[in-house]
């Protein structure tokens, strides 16, 4: 678009993508507009342009769809961190499943024999690991706390939060005070939360050092909220227990139906929604039901979320991850849940060759549960390992779908079965897990 001044428009709404934008034709340009659900018609101001579309701001509904919803988050459409508040969570799912179902077929040229039944928990308060942005905004005379607005790199001004998990929920406009009143409140980017099954942590990046003062308000915040505060001056490295002075245990999480007690640091990966978490454990186990002669290889192992409730069930596991801090805290996770039966090993597994010796040890089973660019070194290789069943837990449709047709259309396996895990609530991210057979 030209530099003019954009005017709001109005429209009717064709279709949905999967992320909750509605699609609008005008003058042969397609137009993105987040929210917008098909059939209504809308008022929308454009935000970006691009060459073959633009990207525009819902501003009102002028006819509403039946299936339309009311947001139950006051900042929804502001904040970045919600797309699909404006429906059901059934109406959620099935655009999930629809994206998988359509990503496989059309990256991969695969469809599943059968379709799993979606693994479903709460939709709100579920969220316990959070970065929550911060700027001193002299214009507005606060603090802002939150996440990044969805149609500019601003902090959405916000005062609570539906998804984060409690007691954190209600904590945006506490921590707004809490940092406008300390020194380096100009200084300050950035909080990481962590929420335990035994506390909550929060991780606050500075750029500058807290004076004496800033120290005592952060401990008296502490205090006031009951949790951990950190404080992380450059590296992951570089964080520090500011307060409490000691701690008796670390934080962990619990999987009570494998009776596992994984610990981790506030800043470490694990996954977001605990109740779902548990069902998508359960699962796996049931999936690649073990027993206790099979020999089980769990790649991209983190923490040992998989790795240790499988070890519970089969006869030999071996963990294999590419951060040694992983490593090291999956075996000592091993080791407090008292299991002699898993090893764990360090190995990059986006650079294998096919030629490591730790492939050919005769495992029954694989588990890949990959970050988002997916596992396409390893499914090259999966001939090597020759297991008759794999299970294939995805945070990306797309790269699942490409790794899907690898492992079908010239690793020997069938796509026995697949299907959505609603880890993101009110979200377009799609999470899905795949089983494949020989």
Known sequence: MSRRRREPETA?????????????????????IAGALAGEEVRFIRRKSRRKFDEAELLEVLDASPERIDARCEAFGRCGGCALQHVTGEQQRQVKFQTLQDNLQRIGRVSAERWLEPIVGPAWNYRRRARLAVKDVHAKGRVLVGFRERHAPFITDMHRCEVLAKPVDAMIDPLSELIGGLSISTRLPQIEVAVADNAVALVFRVLDT?????????????????????????????????????????LYYSLPEFDIRIEFD?????????????????????????????RVLDLYCGLGNFSLPLARKAGVVLGVEGEPT??????????????????????????IDGGESWLREGWDSVLLDPARTGA??????????????????????????????TLVNEQGYRLAAAGIIDMFPHTAHVESIAVFEK
Do not use: W
């Open 12 to 32: 009717r709404i064709e279709s949905v993508m999967h992320d909750g934008r509605g699609i609008a034709a005008l003058s042969g340009k397609k137009v993105f």
């Open 210 to 250: 807290p004076s004496v003062a800033d120290e005592a308000l952060l401990r008296a915040f502490a205090d006031a909220h009951g949790v951990r505060i950190y404080l992380q001056t450059g590296g992951l490295d570089s964080i520090e227990l500011l307060h409490p002075e000691e701690i008796d245990e670390a």
């Open 266 to 294: 506030p800043v470490d990966f694990v996954q977001i929604n605990s109740e779902v978490n548990q069902g998508m454990v359960s699962l796996v186990v049931e999936l690649l039901a073990p027993d206790a002669d099979d």
């Open 326 to 351: 992983l490593v090291t805290a999956a075996a000592h996770n091993a080791s407090i849940n008292g299991l002699s039966n898993i090893d764990f090993r360090v190995a990059d597994l986006d650079r």
């Open 376 to 405: 396409a070194e390893i499914v090259k290789h999966m001939h090597v390992v020759d297991a008759r069943r794999i299970v294939y837990v995805s945070c990306h449709p797309g790269t699942l779908a490409r790794d899907a047709g």
